[in-house]
């Protein structure tokens, strides 16, 4: 079927349950916003839009897809030529996807979903919000899956492996004693973690579940005398079901929390209506207090230890080995070879493979040739690429898992010699990229107090990047991860969070211009302690990233002498921590692309 007849048959169903308005996000029954397995993909089933945020809502006369500013370009190819239209997230006149699910709900009609993959405050706060209309939420159908049927793909069996001590600084019993005496200072009698990351921590287990982040599809609940692994058992080797043994971790099947949920009586249930599943919370009874927050995982996970933080500088050194080598690659072959953008990622690929302890890509490539760049998610295929030229700009934001660190880089390589223009663009991402690499600021600070020091550049020129400028970044876990984060706008609590020291947040600000060009910087930068004095305690950054800026792209009259300096401090240390590890024909290159730069 295509697309417009996928949404016919979801409208037949919808007809046959009763069904006025069905919505159907892009999470999976953990609630993960971003990446999930194929068997929970039904958003882009459904549209046919392939981008890893957004949802789709079907009513009997209309079809949209919500998605933000990242996707627009790329939403507006996949999308034409069908009934789904586009709905650009916070633009003038589109409205919230949530008070359209409210608006359009008919008198005494029937909002549907499937409660597996919609939160439990979501799902609460829909039904407060239709009560006034006499309607209610139907949560007990997967619709679009039903459209999908057969040819939907299983859910996944990858084996489960340890990370060992040595990787993350705590064995299991330690993280586990940590979990418990969280529960114990908040008085809580369970712990339910739902979130994909948050057993892999604390029981430093790492699975193949997910394409991009090595997560299993698990949930545990913790009390003070049992911790309970919710799985597929055919995921676990003897050496894994002996390492969980050994840690008193008791194997339960996957699918059986519901019912463990449901024999929970008069407890203290600590868990976060917005990360458990509305099915799931519809076990619960009535007689058990909830503890909705967040769990203490999530600032663990945040606060990166020291073993943790050494591991990941070291995997920064073998991620920054591999893009010297490409970038030097790039620059010597694209006017020699037919480059493609596929061919350029795959070489990519293939350097960080043979770096050590490797994992896999820590997210899908953006490889993305001059106007391919204005689409911040666009994804070059072997159906879908362009020819890399000699001329303009090639974006790359790429990054690798290995066994000590995740990593998240962007460069943009100036292919020829560019534009008055787009050297002008470039600099000024660059000094946005600068002025927040640099800040220092008072403990308490949070990310969207720091964005208008990497958005500034661009909006004086009145020029906007419709993203955040930074994301966590987990350690062996998810690429993208809060609770911190660095935004502009009001405070929100995913990002609101302060800065606190052992957290990395990325320093990514960009100018996208459609169907033109786009341009990103990116480095990841590690929270760590600076003064101390009457006011307070100060915090600064630390740049855990080590590859050059394009010297190429640069033009050095919009620079002040700060930042000449700060540019050229920068290249000293990338030169010093790379310059051993590469070959001699690389390392002449790495030395003249890390050169000293001054006013002419």
């Known amino acids: 079927m295509n697309v417009n007849e996928r949404i016919a048959d979801l409208r037949a169903r919808m007809e046959k349950k009763g069904i006025d308005v069905y919505y159907i996000p892009n999470e999976d029954d953990h609630l993960s916003q971003e990446y999930t397995a194929e068997y929970f993909q039904c958003k882009s089933f459904i549209s046919g839009f392939s981008g890893e945020a957004g949802c789709v809502i079907v009513t009997k006369d209309f079809a949209g897809l919500w998605t933000d500013g990242r996707y627009f370009t790329q939403a507006e190819h996949e999308l034409e030529g069908t009934c789904v239209t586009l709905m650009r997230m916070r633009q003038e006149g589109v409205p919230d996807a949530i008070d359209f699910l409210v608006d359009n709900t008919p008198e005494n009609g029937v909002l549907g979903f499937d409660g597996r993959v919609v939160s439990a405050a979501a799902a609460l706060g829909l039904s407060r919000r239709i009560a006034f209309k006499k309607a209610k939420i139907e949560t007990q159908y997967d619709l679009a899956g039903e459209v999908w049927g057969s040819e939907r793909p299983a859910m996944p069996k990858e084996k489960l492996f340890i990370l060992p001590k040595k990787y993350t600084g705590e064995s299991a019993q330690e993280r586990i004693a ?146 010297v080598q490409f970038i030097h690659w790039v620059k010597e072959n694209v006017s020699k070879d037919d480059m493609t953008e596929v061919s350029a990622q795959d070489y990519l690929y293939a350097r960080r493979a043979e770096q050590k302890d490797y994992i896999e890509p820590s997210f899908g490539t953006i490889c993305a040739y001059q106007e391919n760049a204005a689409m911040m998610h666009y994804s070059a295929s072997e159906e879908n690429y362009a020819d890399v030229h000699p001329r303009g700009v090639l974006l790359v934001d790429s990054g690798g898992t290995y066994k000590d660190g995740t990593t998240d880089i962007t460069r943009t390589i100036a292919l020829d010699e560019l534009t008055e223009t787009e050297k002008k663009y470039y600099t000024m991402v660059l000094k946005g990229h600068l002025a927040l690499a640099r800040a220092k600021f008072l403990y308490g600070t949070c990310g969207f107090n720091l964005d208008i020091l990497a958005r500034g550049p661009m909006w004086n020129m009145d020029i906007d990047y419709q993203c955040g400028t930074g994301h966590g970044v987990g350690h062996v876990l998810s690429v993208h991860e809060g609770p911190h984060g660095i935004r502009w706008g009001m405070p929100r609590k995913s990002e609101g969070e302060r800065l606190e020291p052992g957290m990395i947040v990325t320093d990514e600000p960009g100018i996208y211009l459609p169907h033109e060009i786009g341009i990103r910087i990116e480095n990841e930068l590690l929270v760590v302690k600076g003064t101390k004095n009457f006011y307070g305690q100060f915090l600064e950054f630390e740049n855990v990233t080590y590859c050059p800026y394009d010297l190429d792209a640069i033009d050095v009259k919009y620079l002040t002498d700060e930042e000449i300096d700060q540019i050229n401090d920068y290249h000293a240390m990338v030169y010093e921590k790379l310059s051993g590890l590469l070959d001699e024909s690389d390392r002449e290159w790495l030395k003249k692309a890390t050169g000293k730069i001054a006013r002419s």
């Open 178 to 323: 940590r979990v418990r005496e969280a529960m114990q200072a908040r008085k809580a009698d369970v712990m339910v973690l739902t979130a994909l990351e948050d057993p892999c921590w604390m029981l430093n287990i790492r699975g193949n579940d997910i394409a991009h982040t090595p997560v299993a599809y698990a949930f545990a609940m913790v009390t003070m005398k049992k911790v309970s692994y919710y799985v597929n058992e055919e995921k676990l080797s003897a050496k894994v079901k002996e390492y969980l043994a050994d840690n008193d971790v008791t194997v339960r099947p996957y699918e059986k929390l519901a019912a463990d949920l449901g024999r929970l009586h008069g407890k203290r249930i600590w868990v976060s209506l917005n990360e458990m599943n509305a099915d799931l919370y519809s076990h619960l009874k009535e007689d058990n207090t909830i503890l909705n927050e967040a769990s203490c995982v999530h600032l663990f996970r945040a606060l990166k230890n020291s073993t943790e933080v050494k591991n990941l500088k070291n995997a920064h050194i073998k991620d920054g080995v591999a893009m």
